[in-house]
């Protein structure tokens, strides 16, 4: 079945505490992307690659990293999380412009 | 930046009803596109209309694009319970994607 995985689905953690979320896909698509979701801002694009070893700064990229070392796996690392990233975290991936996103990870930054 | 703005923010309709919800964006795109998110879930593709189009179809969906406007619209027609959800558009330019804010519909049976 083609989709897109996201690992954990729920976290709680407490500041400074650096944490990965995994992302992966099945449909070898080139491009994937990594959102986050809070209410009353819809979602906001974080990063995004185009390929393999091509990253590019989305909307708000302050406090997170990501690495595309293989085609199917873009993590999204949060070196130093803080309270304010808190929100609901998406992956994507993409071959000709249609998303298709994972099913969200929730994160508590305490 | 937020690049799409939906409007209404919240829509209530009957079962059986059309909803239209509406969508403006600030600069040039290379598509909209419309996705579906239920409740806490990963949002779902819904339509792709490219910037040299003005109408498309799919099933009870219909999208329009004004560029001129920087508006486009989207019709979900004869409205059924499982349409609650709340839909967003999406503005892709050279692969950034912006999202508004979102449309809250609720089909009431």
């Known amino acids: 079945e083609a989709q897109v995985t996201q690992n954990p689905r729920y976290l709680i953690t407490v500041t400074g505490k650096k944490l990965t979320v995994t992302c992966s896909q099945n449909?070898?698509?080139?491009?994937m992307s990594w959102y986050r979701q809070d209410p009353g801002l819809g979602l906001r694009q974080i990063y995004y690659?185009?390929?393999?070893?091509?990253?590019d700064k989305g909307d708000v990229p302050e406090g997170y990293k990501v690495s595309r070392k293989e085609k199917r796996n873009f993590p999204l690392i949060l070196e130093s999380p803080s309270p304010n990233q808190t929100s609901l975290y998406f992956c994507?991936?993409?071959?000709?412009?249609?998303?298709?996103f994972g099913p969200g990870t929730r994160l508590t930054v305490t | 930046s937020q690049q799409g703005e939906e409007d209404p923010q919240a829509l209530s309709i009957q079962e059986g009803e059309n909803a239209t919800m509406n969508c403006s964006y600030k600069?040039?795109?290379?598509?909209l596109q419309w996705y579906r998110q239920n409740s806490g879930r990963g949002l779902v593709h819904l339509i792709l209309?490219?910037?040299?189009?003005r109408e498309k179809h799919s099933g009870r969906l219909r999208v329009t694009l004004d560029t001129s406007k920087k508006s486009s619209s989207l019709l979900i027609t004869a409205s059924r319970a499982a349409d609650t959800a709340s839909y967003f558009c999406?503005?892709?330019?050279?692969?950034?994607?912006?999202f508004g804010a979102g449309t809250t519909v609720t089909v009431r049976a």
């Open positions: 600069t040039s795109i290379n598509n």
């Open positions: 994507a991936s993409s071959l000709n412009g249609e998303q298709y």
């Open positions: 999406a503005t892709d330019d050279d692969y950034k994607l912006s």
């Open positions: 209309i490219r910037s040299n189009e």
């Open positions: 690659s185009m390929n393999v070893e091509v990253t």
């Open positions: 449909m070898n698509h080139e491009y």
